[in-house]
């Protein structure tokens, strides 16, 4: 990828006072206010200056999903207002308000967590994931959570904060790769590691895979990871449903562990991206890849 389309892997836009202010404004108001803001002045700006991330959401509504032209920029419109719903969302969870989220599947999470080994969990840029960090909680096994390493300060600071009241460890993601020690230690060590696994990131190994429709190229690293130390696997995805909603997609990932090591990744990366492509058709205005996801 080039540098423009990084911009997407993590970081959030403004500086830090913008932040710190933001987030005193939520501690005070009613949410669906500052929803309407974003949603008069904020993103009407990002669709017009925007060009290239406007231009990939409607690409992918238009040859991915099969939307007409207007009903693709319709769509578009509304992925950046949701958008901007959910990072509002995040902040005011810094600011103390809380949601209610629906778990779907957490018995497979207790159950994994209950287990002596560790587990992997795999997420993509959709929903709202940060929110998984607080509500699926192992009281006996840490989760170290792999992030981007050049997200801004004050928001490293506040997920710092929040992670630190449910056993969360950031692990944040290096070009020297260096982070891979680390999850091998942790996974070795009987915890559990969550992960990205639709961005391409450092060494650009990818295996393909049917998304939508087309073929994908997929970081190779999470399926490696999870394989090498033959590890259950689930797919996680947390959705904006309502204002004050959202709902969690727990979903074991049973790759075939007896098959040799090439089939094992293979099929744990064809089931994931099965996954994927179910929540994005649920849900098609919470992609949140701004950038040819299919060229990446």
């Known amino acids: 990828m080039d540098d423009e389309n990084k911009k997407w892997e993590g970081t959030t836009y403004g500086n830090a006072w913008m932040h710190r202010t933001l987030i005193k404004i939520l501690r005070n108001i009613d ?34 999903l099969g939307y007409s032209r207007l009903k693709s920029f319709w769509m578009t ?54 929110l998984a960090g607080y509500t699926l909680v192992a009281e006996t096994k840490r989760i170290n959570a792999l992030i981007f390493k ?71 690293g999470p399926f490696a990871t999870a394989t090498l130390h033959d590890l259950d696997v689930l797919a996680v995805n947390v959705m904006k449903v309502s204002t004050k909603k ?12 007896d098959a040799p090591r090439k089939v094992q990744i293979q099929e744990l990366s064809r089931l994931y991206a099965q996954e994927l492509t179910r929540v994005v058709k649920m849900y098609p205005t919470q992609w949140f890849n701004y950038f040819d996801f299919w060229n990446q």
């Open 77 to 130: 419109c509304k992925n950046h207002y949701v958008f901007g719903q959910i990072v509002i969302d995040r902040f005011a969870m810094y600011g103390g308000k809380r949601f209610d989220v629906e778990v779907i599947g957490y018995d497979y999470f207790l159950n994994l967590a209950a287990q002596e080994s560790g587990f992997v969990q795999m997420s993509a840029h959709v929903g709202n994931y940060e």
């Open 246 to 257: 959202y709902v969690a997609y727990v979903t074991p990932l049973d790759y075939p562990k």
């Open 31 to 64: 949410i669906r206010f500052v929803y309407v803001f974003a949603a008069i002045f904020v993103i009407p700006v990002c669709l017009l200056l925007r060009a290239k991330e406007r231009n990939a959401m409607i690409s992918f509504f238009r040859e991915h």
């Open 150 to 220: 050049d997200e801004k300060a004050m928001v490293l600071q506040n997920r710092k904060r929040m992670f630190g009241q449910t056993n969360i460890r950031m692990i944040p993601m290096k070009e020297d790769m260096s982070h891979l020690f680390e999850i091998d230690a942790a996974l070795q060590n009987g915890e559990i590691v969550s992960m990205p696994a639709d961005r391409v990131f450092g060494a650009h190994k990818t295996i393909d895979q049917d998304v939508l429709g087309s073929e994908a190229h997929l970081p190779l």
